[in-house]
C-alpha cells in the first residue's frame, strides 16, 4: 500500500525558515517524481513544485510564487523528499501536500496519482 | 498565466447526473485531470488524462475534453460523492507550469 506521510509543519514567523519531510513507503522512491502541492485555509490547490527522480537527473521545478525561497530535495536511501521553506511570509500559511507524481519525467502531462494527509504550516508573528 | 476557470458549485439530486466544466484557452490541446476532495481529507485523483480512470474508481466517474471546456461527469450521484473536485494541467508557457482550477463545490440536493 503506498503511503505519503508529511511531517515538520508547525508555527513559524515571518522570514524564518522550515523543513518539511514527506516519508514514502509502499513503492519504489527512487523510481517517481515528488511533487509539493498546498492548499490555504479555505482556498483551492495551488502547486508548489516539484523534483524528478535520479533516472531523469533529479532536476526540480517551481511555481513563480516559492521561486528562490523553496526547495526541494530527495534522499532516495530514505524514501524521504524534502520540502525547504526560506523566507516564510505570512501568505505561506497552508496545509502541504506531498504527492507521488506520474510519469517519472514530469515534462508536460504529470498527474498526482497518490497523496498524503498534510502538514499544516502557519506563518504568523 | 494560464488560468482554468471552473463554476464554484454544482448541486444535483441523488440518483441524476452531474457535470462539473473547466475552462481554459484551447484546453483540448492539453491532458486534464481531476481530483476529489472530501472535507479535511487529501485530494484524491478521479479522472487522468482527460478519461482515464484509477483503479479503484467508479465507472460513474467519466471526463472528456474538446475545445476550450473540460468535463468532468459523475453519473447515477451518491451521497458520498459530494465533495470539492478541481481540474489540473499543465501550460508549459506560464510560470505556475501545473495550474489547478479553483475547485467546484458538488451539493448532493
Known amino acids: 500500500e503506498v503511503q505519503l506521510v508529511e511531517s515538520g509543519g508547525g508555527l513559524v514567523q515571518p522570514g524564518r525558515s522550515l523543513r518539511l519531510s514527506c516519508t514514502a513507503s509502499g513503492f519504489t522512491f527512487g523510481d517517481y517524481a515528488m511533487s509539493w502541492v498546498r492548499q490555504a485555509p479555505g482556498k483551492g490547490l495551488e502547486w508548489v513544485g516539484f523534483?524528478?527522480?535520479?533516472?531523469?537527473?533529479?532536476?526540480?521545478e517551481y511555481a513563480a510564487s516559492v521561486k528562490g525561497r523553496f526547495t526541494i530535495s530527495r534522499d532516495d536511501s530514505k524514501s524521504i523528499a524534502y520540502l525547504q521553506m526560506n523566507s516564510l511570509k505570512t501568505e505561506d500559511t497552508a496545509v502541504y501536500y506531498c504527492?507521488?507524481?506520474?510519469?517519472?519525467?514530469?515534462?508536460?502531462?504529470?498527474?498526482?496519482?497518490?497523496w498524503g494527509q498534510g502538514t499544516l504550516v502557519t506563518v504568523s508573528s | 498565466s494560464y488560468v482554468l476557470t471552473q463554476p464554484p458549485s454544482v448541486s444535483v439530486a441523488p440518483g441524476k447526473t452531474a457535470r462539473i466544466t473547466c475552462g481554459g484557452n484551447n484546453i483540448g490541446s492539453k491532458s486534464v485531470h481531476w481530483y476529489q476532495q472530501k472535507p479535511g481529507q487529501a485530494p484524491v485523483l478521479v479522472i487522468y488524462y482527460d478519461s482515464d480512470r484509477p483503479s479503484g474508481i467508479p465507472e460513474r466517474f467519466s471526463g472528456s475534453n474538446s475545445g476550450n471546456t473540460a468535463t468532468l461527469t459523475i453519473s447515477r450521484v451518491e451521497a458520498g460523492d459530494e465533495a470539492d473536485y478541481y481540474c489540473?494541467?499543465?501550460?508549459?508557457?506560464?510560470?505556475?507550469?501545473?495550474?489547478f482550477g479553483g475547485g467546484t463545490k458538488l451539493t448532493v440536493l
Open positions: 523534483i524528478r527522480s535520479k533516472a531523469y537527473g533529479g532536476t526540480t
Open positions: 489540473q494541467v499543465w501550460d508549459s508557457s506560464s510560470d505556475h507550469p501545473r495550474v
Open positions: 504527492t507521488r507524481v506520474k510519469p517519472a519525467y514530469c515534462g508536460g502531462d504529470c498527474y498526482d496519482d497518490y
